[in-house]
Each structure stands twice: as structure tokens, then as C-alpha cells.
């Protein structure tokens, strides 16, 4: 009888063995899965860097240096009109002692001719 249960035992710890076994088997086996996903991950981000360093960043920079260009060349469009507007005041000031200037020559005239 006490043989009967050792055997017994031993049988369930033969049983325990091998499914200890075949779940070491399934963990290595799941390991090797996540470590080819993580590889692959790796190599996707690796890529993304790569992309972001050698494409995206010249690509804004690009895009910053045609800001600036514009921006100077905005300030250059803006001094224009300002001298613009300057010389259309000075033209429209021009226009007014023109209009004294011929009006005091009427002025003359009349006085000249009634004289």
C-alpha cells in the first residue's frame, strides 16, 4: 500500500515534470516571439530616427530659411511704401503750392491789368 502511494506520488511528479517542461518549452518559445517583435520595433524606430534626421529636419529647415526670406523680403516691400507714401505726400504738397503759386500769378495778372 505504501508503495501503491509512492508510486502514486511519483507518477504525479513525473506528470508535474513534464508539464513544467513543455511550459519551459512554451516560455522559451514566447520569449523568442517578443524578442523578434522587439527586434523589429527596434528596427522601426531606428528608422523613424533615421527618416526624421535626414528628411523631416532638412526639410524644415528648408521651410525656416524660406520664412526668413520672406520675412526680409516683406521689410524691404514695406520700406517701398513707406517711401511711396512719403513721396506721394510730398507730390500732393507740391500740388498745393502750385495751386497758391498759380493763384497768386492770376492774382498778379488782374492787379497788372487794371493797373
Do not use: C, F, P
Not at 519551459?24 to 520569449?31: A, L, R, Y
Not at 530616427?49 to 523680403?73: A, F, S, V, Y
Amino acid at each position: 500500500m505504501m508503495e501503491e502511494k509512492l508510486d502514486l506520488i511519483l507518477q504525479e511528479i513525473g506528470s508535474m515534470k513534464q508539464e513544467m517542461g513543455s511550459m519551459k518549452q512554451e516560455m522559451g518559445s514566447m520569449k523568442q516571439e517578443l524578442t523578434a517583435r522587439i527586434d523589429t520595433l527596434e528596427d522601426k524606430v531606428t528608422k523613424v530616427q533615421l527618416t526624421l534626421e535626414n528628411e523631416t529636419n532638412k526639410k524644415i529647415n528648408i521651410i525656416g530659411e524660406g520664412h526668413d526670406l520672406l520675412k526680409e523680403r516683406l521689410a524691404e516691400a514695406l520700406q517701398m511704401e513707406k517711401k511711396n507714401e512719403r513721396m506721394e505726400l510730398e507730390i500732393l504738397d507740391m500740388k498745393i503750392h502750385m495751386r497758391d503759386i498759380d493763384y497768386d500769378i492770376s492774382n498778379l495778372k488782374r492787379a497788372l491789368a487794371i493797373v
